[in-house]
């Protein structure tokens, strides 16, 4: 069941792409071994629409995306609180967030891990080039085939006070 602020402020195609462009960090949940999620914040870039994460090849996380590849991938951002009126409870989070489902699938071609590492040192760091080749092997690149897609915001109401914190 959908949820009504899902309805009325859902992201478009257009805005979560600019959105998942603008961020650096989100979070990768995987499935763990005990049955418990796992849920790792990690850097990701996008490249041509598809999201693409490195990190070590050792680790819980790994070894749950080796046992069971399904992902639940979130990124949000929030950019403070609204002031809806007089009540302690009359106070909303202004934020956007993106959830992305989908299966994980490693990256293997040595080119596209270097272009990968590349765009998210330059999102993270811009203005830094190179690479020693001699460290691209050894990173883990995974990217996330997309099963499905969901975004939404609240966004202040004209005339309400935004307190950013």
Not at 32 to 41: I, R, V
Not at 48 to 61: A, N, P, S, T
Not at 90 to 115: A, F, H, N, W
Request: charged share 30%; with cysteine; net charge positive.
């Amino acid at each position: 069941m959908m949820q009504p602020n899902m309805k009325k402020n859902s992201m478009k195609e257009k805005e979560i792409s600019e959105f998942l462009n603008r961020i650096d960090v989100g979070v990768i949940s995987t499935n763990g071994e005990d049955g418990y999620p796992y849920a790792a914040p990690v850097n990701y870039v996008m490249m041509d629409g598809i999201v693409y994460i490195h990190g070590r090849r050792l680790g819980e996380k790994i070894e749950n995306l080796k046992r069971d590849p399904r992902v639940c991938f979130t990124v949000w951002e929030r950019t403070g609180y609204e002031n809806c009126g007089v009540a302690a409870c009359d106070t909303t989070t202004v934020y956007e967030s993106v959830i992305i489902r989908g299966k994980v699938k490693m990256v293997d071609d040595q080119e596209t891990k270097k272009k990968m590492l590349l765009k998210v040192v330059d999102k993270l760091m811009p203005g830094k080039t190179g690479m020693d080749d001699a460290k691209i092997p050894p990173t883990a690149v995974y990217r996330i085939e997309t099963e499905s897609v969901t975004g939404k915001y609240h966004r202040p109401l004209a005339g309400n006070e935004v307190c950013k914190k």
